[in-house]
């Protein structure tokens, strides 16, 4: 059986604000997750993720709702375009906690278990690196 959800929750000492415009601007997404990015933060706007080492990842953005909410489709395999059939959908949902931000992450969608397991490894590290970006 395919697993098809990833659900990560972390609790970042910056406030709303901050933590909107980290997960959604370009200068700050490529300060944590990937090393450039491209995005039209509108809905049905293009995404296209670069890493040196795994190549392209294309995507589509799906809501924008700030500063709460903000959600993706991705491919899964580089070098394709998004499509319903090949990609999965991430959403990032925010929420003030005081003077900090309860982000909640959430991806589905995934063909097989070898994508879902490395897109598991890859949010535990991806949100300890913008853990650390924030600080």
């Avoid at 300060?31 to 039209?40: C, E, K, T």
Wanted: aromatic share 10%.
């Amino acid at each position: 059986m395919v697993a098809h959800r990833i659900e990560r929750e972390i609790l970042i000492e910056a406030p709303l604000e901050v933590v909107w415009a980290v997960v959604t601007e370009p200068e700050h997404i490529s300060g944590w997750f990937s090393q450039s990015v491209d995005i039209d933060l509108t809905p049905g706007g293009a995404l296209a993720l670069h890493w040196d080492r795994h190549g392209t990842r294309h995507g589509r953005v799906e809501r924008v709702e700030p500063p709460h909410f903000f959600s993706f489709r991705w491919v899964v395999r580089p070098d394709e375009d998004v499509t319903e059939d090949n990609s999965t959908l991430v959403e990032f949902t925010l929420k003030a906690e005081g003077k900090s931000t309860r982000l909640k992450v959430v991806e589905t969608g995934f063909p097989d278990r070898e994508s879902f397991e490395d897109h598991s490894r890859g949010w535990d590290r991806e949100l300890a690196e913008l853990e650390e970006y924030v600080k």
